[in-house]
């Protein structure tokens, strides 16, 4: 490729008819100038490039780094939604339990109080048996009492009357 330099020190050699020197030269000083803008601004360009290739680089590896948050944050989310799932059942199972034990527990405690009023009640049959049958007794008593009294008065009616 030509420099600035290659175009700045080409010397032409002379015909008979050339062209004149003077106007070469100026005209090589402009092309030079020129030449020298061009270059310059084509390495301001590739630097542009070169950064911009980083960027995007830069970009391309975000953009990776955020999709691949994106899937782990799907992923985390999902587990959590399982892991809440799965601790929302064992929570229920651990209520139907709780709420098993307790029936049992009721239904146990409901037998016992249906025997204790089971006893209670032939603890009373018994006890108005026994209340009757002291109670018959002590008619009885006081019936022969009667009749010992009616006997000792038709005795001492008997004994007066001799």
């Known amino acids: 490729m030509l420099t600035p330099l290659d175009i700045h020190n080409k010397d032409f050699r002379r015909g008979v008819r050339g062209y004149r020197e003077d106007e070469v030269d100026d005209f090589l000083d402009k ?14 360009l590739k630097d542009q490039v070169t950064e911009l290739q980083q ?70 049959i018994g006890f108005r048996a026994q209340v009757r049958s002291l109670l018959e007794s002590q008619l009885e008593m006081l019936r022969g009492d009667d009749a010992l009294s009616e006997a000792a008065a038709a005795r001492e009616a008997q004994v007066n009357r001799a």
């Not at 059942?89 to 029936?103: C, D, K, M, N, Y």
């Open 31 to 44: 092309v030079v100038a020129d030449f020298e803008a061009l270059l310059k601004e084509n390495a301001t």
């Open 55 to 124: 960027r995007l680089d830069q970009y391309r590896q975000l953009e990776s780094t955020l999709h691949s948050t994106l899937i782990v944050a799907q992923e985390t989310a999902d587990a959590v939604k399982e892991s809440a799932r799965k601790e929302a059942e064992l929570i229920v199972q651990e209520a139907e339990g709780r709420a098993q034990a307790t029936r049992e527990r009721e239904a146990a405690e409901i037998k016992r109080a249906e025997e204790h009023l089971a006893e209670l009640g032939r603890r009373t």
